[in-house]
């Protein structure tokens, strides 16, 4: 399943209340040409706000976000379905003093719907050249993206009078740098992947501190040694050497290809990202803001790619292109997805318990179902312990990053 990201802007914010309110979703097409399909995806809204009821015994019907951080700044009060409109509409209650004080000042002006798309998208039947697509939320973050100039929203003040206001209108750059740090990127890409590996020949029998001083990996023309790299997985093997540290430009793709790198052991992944931030600093590199670029340059490709494709769905016939936005789009798994692996694991476990004691009940001892269950229990808490120790590690990494930065 795909993920999807959809800026909505707010209809009202209420100063006395500290809540904000719009619409979620709606069947109507968007910026980027997809229209979410209501029907389909009301069950799915449903689905997410009654586990949050469930699980906060009725305080909660949702989780809100700043910015898509796993901070949570909020809760959802209230969910209306309006079936004649085909629109979904929400309140939320922000508690964090930081993110209402950027709802106040018109820093945050909208919501942003986090999730994944449930199987293909279509072209749509009713709205032409856009296509449609079911949606599966998983949560809903405050944000700043700008929106249009003559959008309006009510404001009501602490005096429980209303006033109404209009959002403000951010002009685009003439240049903008997130396209000239991509292009740089890309370019230190292609060099590294296209560059041969030589190595410097050993005279005597090495130790493993000898060889990582002899051998070489040659990286954007230059000759690097496994001190140079953020991870060696084998110092007598250049090609598990990973994501080089020797200048300013290779630190910054290190920040950005971290997550995506292949080949470091989990338990590997704290160390290595300590060090690529050690590096940063080293090199006067700014480690928050460039995650935050990070993530500009993803959304900005993403958002190209999407509406290219939407608008020329008959024109493109290369697959590479069709998929390109779904490709960028892969989500991390995190910790939300660590909470449901471990709600599922406790489900069946349960289930082994009823099945148990039917067969008890109705005294079928032959039944396989209970042993096949335990099975399945054994087999589920392994991922889950995977999961967990791979998840916690990245987290911490990130958390250490963003403290030591």
Not at 77 to 83: A, C, E, H, M, P
Not at 294 to 304: D, F, G, P
Not at 350 to 366: H, I, N, T
Not at 383 to 405: D, F, H, I
Request: charged letters at 30%; one cysteine or more.
């Amino acid at each position: 399943m795909e993920n999807f990201s959809k800026f909505i802007r707010f209809t009202k914010v209420d100063a006395a209340k500290r809540e904000v309110s719009g619409i979620v979703t709606a069947e109507a097409p968007d910026k980027d040409f997809e229209v979410c399909d209501y029907e389909k995806s009301k069950p799915y809204y449903k689905a997410w706000s009654e586990e949050f009821n469930k699980a906060t015994d009725g305080k909660s019907l949702g989780n809100l976000r700043e910015m898509h951080n796993l901070s949570a700044v909020g809760k959802a009060l209230d969910i209306q379905f309006n079936d004649a409109e085909k629109e979904i509409t929400m309140t939320f209650k922000v508690v964090d003093d930081n993110a209402w004080k950027k709802c106040e000042e018109r820093v945050y002006t909208g919501f942003s719907q986090g999730g994944r798309k449930v199987g293909e998208q279509i072209p749509d039947p009713v709205y032409k050249n856009c296509q449609r697509y079911v949606a599966n939320p998983v949560e809903v973050s405050l944000v700043d993206n700008p929106c249009l100039p003559d959008a309006h929203f009510a404001y009501v003040k602490a005096d429980g009078t209303t006033e109404m206001r209009k959002f403000l209108k951010v002009e685009p750059p003439a240049s903008d740098p997130r396209i000239a740090a991509l292009e740089q990127e890309v370019s230190l890409l292609k060099a590294a992947s296209a560059a041969p590996i030589t190595t410097t020949p050993v005279t005597q029998e090495p130790t493993i501190e000898t060889v990582a001083k002899a051998k070489t990996k040659k990286v954007g023309g230059k000759d690097l040694t496994a001190s140079d790299f953020a991870y060696v997985g084998d110092p007598d093997k250049t090609e598990t050497w990973k994501l080089p540290l020797h200048d300013a430009s290779h630190v910054r793709n290190a920040l950005a290809r971290f997550n995506q790198t292949k080949g470091i052991p989990a338990g590997e992944k704290a160390k290595v990202h300590a060090k690529i931030v050690a590096a940063a600093k080293k090199f006067g590199i700014d480690v928050a803001s460039e995650q935050v670029k990070i993530v500009a340059i993803k959304a900005a490709m993403r958002k190209a790619a999407r509406i290219y494709v939407n608008s020329n769905l008959g024109k493109v016939s290369n697959e590479h292109i069709l998929s390109l936005d779904m490709d960028m789009g892969k989500l991390n798994k995190g910790m939300w997805e660590v909470s449901r692996m471990a709600c599922t694991l406790e489900d069946v476990a349960c289930l082994v318990f009823g099945v148990a004691a039917e067969q008890d009940w109705e005294g079928d001892e032959d039944s396989p179902l209970p042993e096949m269950l335990a099975d399945n229990v054994a087999a589920l808490t392994e991922t889950l312990l995977a999961m967990v120790e791979e998840e916690t590690s990245e987290m911490l990494a990130q958390v250490r990053g963003r403290v030591k930065a």
